[in-house]
């Protein structure tokens, strides 16, 4: 905690950089999904699912580094 000070910039620009890509994570999970769609429409059902689900843990992947991000920002903000 005595660290947060001196480290500031650093902690800011990491946690404002994990909130970009978990936005640009969004829009590939949009993107992954509609390809995935458009690629086993006339297929196979089960590899658009199981394609899906891949995708859909993904996005959470990057759902939670996102709030470990908000909650750097929260330490930082009552530190400082």
Do not use: C, W
């Not at 902690?11 to 458009?38: C, P, S, Y």
Request: hydrophobic share 40%; aromatic share 4%; net charge negative.
């Amino acid at each position: 905690m005595k660290s947060i000070g001196p480290n500031l910039q650093m902690l800011t620009a990491m946690t404002e950089e994990i909130t970009k890509l978990e936005g640009r994570v969004d829009d590939l999970h949009d993107i992954g999904l509609k390809e995935l769609f458009l690629k086993h429409r006339n297929a196979n059902t089960m590899d658009f699912i199981v394609g899906a689900e891949i995708y859909d843990h993904l996005e959470k992947v990057a759902d939670r580094f996102d709030d470990v991000a908000n909650e750097i920002n929260s330490i930082v903000i009552e530190q400082v």
